[in-house]
């Protein structure tokens, strides 16, 4: 069959250009020759002890780790790759060091310094230069529910008047397939853009990638598959989790004793407000949380909103700046919740929402998380329908959960810590 359309970036130097290959045959080679050209002079490779060796490798990993987690990254909703670039990049560089001192291994540090700059600089320049390639390009078949779509800064969605590309590459055509009215030619279209090995994405697929929420008022018996995690993640995740809060347990613990003697000089009543949670497979526990109430006034099980006269003074700042759930680090350790995963939710609620928010259940096939996608994407919810939404992101978290997305909630959840969104 003769080709008819063509896919966007399917040409070699396309995909070179704008895949790991730029990084591996372009990037990589700059970011070890310019740092050891400025140190060790021109002939460096034809002497290369232990020193310049490891310094060569540190740097090599932390660029190609940084690299790929960009990359992975990029394809979350609202990953702002922009703002990911310095902590990400400063972040491998970080681990390559504390990996060459504890295994007591040489390294020069003016060269791995000289590394990271030019790293830093690759990623940004890359960044501004490719920002008009990178955004997906998708044609939408004017049948159903397609209409409804908004294209964003991460994608352009362009309406089909005619059932042909004219010439125009795309990324992959987005099309309603449960719609009734589809006619024959448009479905004729379609069988042909897959045979051009051009995607054809159901609607459902593209709304998700867009909003970072799963549609939750007709789920399919495909989808309840999807939303069961892979095991061997859990279970790395589980490990992660234990060494984590072992590593952080001593640096938390001063700021944790100054907050607590801080609260108890503040008002009367326990530094520590202790509530029944629902968590991993539905199995309550006692969560750990500093207290940001006063002790004697009564009320809902929830913040009524961010002017609740039951929050105290200090309690204010705890609440804005997360500090309130440092104890929470307790509940790790005890296997009860993960650093990152979805809220979890009063005993009293969770019962409530059972009741009123179909498969709400189903967020507790998961540990619950400190912090999660939910809440560095909508923040606080109580009422039913934010509920809702908020368990949107919940599913959508269970459904593409990786090391990916939960670096890309991390680095989310620390510029949260510097302007208290979504704090009641």
């Known amino acids: 069959m003769k080709r008819k359309y063509e896919r966007r970036h399917s040409r070699w130097y396309e995909v070179l250009l704008l895949g790991l290959g730029l990084h591996l045959l372009v990037g990589l080679p700059l970011i070890v020759i310019l740092p050891s050209l400025e140190r ?11 020193v310049r060796t490891n310094t060569l490798i540190a ?3 932390a660029f190609m780790a940084s690299a790929l987690t960009l990359r992975r990254m990029s394809r979350y909703p609202g990953a702002q790759l922009a703002a990911n670039i310095m902590p990400t990049v ?38 501004f230069i490719g920002r008009r390639f990178r955004r997906l390009k998708l044609a939408l078949v004017p049948f159903g529910n397609t209409r409804r779509l ?3 800064r991460q994608v352009d969605l362009r309406l089909l008047e005619c059932p042909d590309l004219q010439g125009v590459r795309v990324d992959g055509i987005v099309a ?37 929420r799963v549609q939750i008022d007709h789920l399919s018996e495909n989808e309840f598959g999807s939303l069961l995690p892979p095991l061997i993640y859990v279970g790395v995740k589980r490990v992660a989790d234990f060494i984590g809060a072992l590593v952080l347990l001593p640096l938390l613990l001063p700021v944790m004793l100054v907050t607590a003697v801080i609260i108890k000089i503040d008002s009367p009543g326990p530094v520590f407000f202790m509530q029944p949670r629902m968590g991993y497979r539905a199995r309550p526990f006692l969560m750990f949380k500093f207290r940001s109430m006063h002790h004697d006034m009564s009320g809902e099980d929830f913040t009524i909103s961010e002017d609740d ?19 929470q680090i307790f509940n790790i350790l005890k296997s009860e919740m993960s650093f990152i995963g979805p809220r979890p939710e009063s005993v009293s609620l969770s019962e409530w929402y059972e009741e009123d928010v179909p498969f709400f259940s189903y967020r507790h096939v998961v540990r619950p998380g400190i912090t999660g996608w939910a809440q560095v994407e909508q923040g606080y919810a109580a009422e039913v329908d934010g509920m809702t939404r908020k368990l949107q992101y919940d599913f959508y978290y269970i459904k593409h959960i ?12 620390v510029r949260i810590l510097f302007t208290g969104f979504g704090a009641r």
């Open 40 to 50: 060790w002079g021109w002939e460096f490779w034809h002497y290369l002890p232990d």
């Open 59 to 61: 740097i090599s990993g």
């Open 90 to 127: 400063s972040i491998a560089f970080l681990i390559a060091v504390a990996l060459l001192f504890f295994t007591r291994e040489g390294y020069t540090r003016q060269v791995l310094f000289a590394g990271y700059l030019v790293s830093l600089a690759w990623f940004y320049v890359g960044y």
């Open 150 to 152: 908004l294209g964003t």
């Open 176 to 212: 309603d397939l449960r719609a009734e009215d589809l006619p024959a030619e448009w479905e004729r279209f379609l069988a042909t853009c897959t045979l051009c090995h051009i995607p054809v994405y159901h609607i459902r697929q593209i709304s998700e990638s867009i909003s970072g």
């Open 309 to 327: 006269p039951r929050i105290t003074r200090v309690g204010r700042i705890i609440r804005k700046y997360r500090i309130d759930e440092l104890p």
């Open 402 to 413: 990786s090391l990916w997305l939960d670096v890309l909630i991390s680095l989310k959840t």
